[in-house]
């Protein structure tokens, strides 16, 4: 019995890692990293920015087995001056119209530069006088206000692809968005309830959901979530992909309403 339970124990942390190395071959886009870490040399640089970058109707997220919908927003990111890789955090969640104030902090751990620059389609980017590109892997935590009902702490890995300008700025790497399946800053990990200590899976990122169940997204080119999550706080996502351009440009035009963060 020990030994069934030791081998699917190493079968299970063998499929998640593969699961892993698959996500991060397609989010660099099949870029190769070089192998070492270089966290120190960046110290001196801010990533708060990219993390800000993306318009927040264009951040998805889930929640739980039957990808219920959450939305994330990061209100406030300052880098720590007592430590140049923490970020101090402030945000919020919503699930099913309840609203949670978070604070928390994002730990850079891996910084890690491509071996070969990525200019986009025809080159765009190759006169832009770009330094290095790369990936960051990073720790965060992000705990929910107690007092608020259905609160708890968010946990995982978060993922961000950068590249440094010519002006020493670090940039958030959207060189690549035209591509299908283009995504950034995906944050993978739980979210643990206050009350009663159960974890569930909790993923989200810009322009797509990292890690979901095959069936989920449906889309080719741009997100587009099967009929069978509709139900799970989607459906408005559904019907904008189905409207016209012409309705998204008259709809923009309207006075800015007043977003749920807000």
């Known amino acids: 019995m020990k030994l069934l339970i030791w081998t699917l124990l190493l079968f299970t942390n063998i499929t998640i890692a593969q699961s892993n190395e698959k996500f991060l071959t397609d989010f660099l886009l099949k870029s190769e990293l ?13 990533f708060s920015n990219i993390w800000t970058k ?3 109707n264009s951040i998805f997220g889930i929640i739980g087995k039957e990808h219920q919908r959450i939305q994330i927003k990061l209100i406030s990111i300052k880098k720590n001056s007592n430590n140049p890789n923490q970020y101090f955090v402030f945000g919020k969640s919503c699930v099913k119209g309840t609203i949670c104030d978070f604070k928390g902090i994002i730990t850079l751990t891996e910084i890690k530069e491509v071996k070969e620059l990525h200019f986009g389609i025809d080159d765009e980017y190759a006169d832009k006088g770009i330094k290095s590109q790369g990936i960051l892997i990073a720790d965060y935590e992000f705990k929910e206000n107690s007092e608020q009902k259905h609160s708890g702490i968010f946990k995982g890995k978060l993922y961000s692809k950068w590249y440094l300008n010519s002006k020493n700025q670090i940039e958030y790497d959207n060189i690549e968005n035209i591509s299908d399946g283009y995504t950034n800053n995906a944050f993978v990990g739980v979210w643990k309830s ?5 974890e569930k899976i909790c993923n989200w990122a810009d322009y797509r959901v990292p890690n979901t169940n095959r069936d989920f997204d449906i889309g080719a080119g741009e997100f587009s979530v099967s009929e069978k999550y509709w139900d799970k706080g989607w459906l408005d996502i559904a019907l904008k992909n189905q409207v016209s351009n012409h309705a998204i440009k008259k709809n923009k ?3 800015k309403t007043k977003e749920w963060w807000e």
């Open 54 to 56: 993306t318009e927040n």
């Open 34 to 46: 070089n192998s070492e870490n270089i966290l120190d040399n960046y110290n001196h640089f801010y």
């Open 194 to 198: 206050y009350t009663s200590e159960k």
């Open 253 to 255: 035009e309207k006075e």
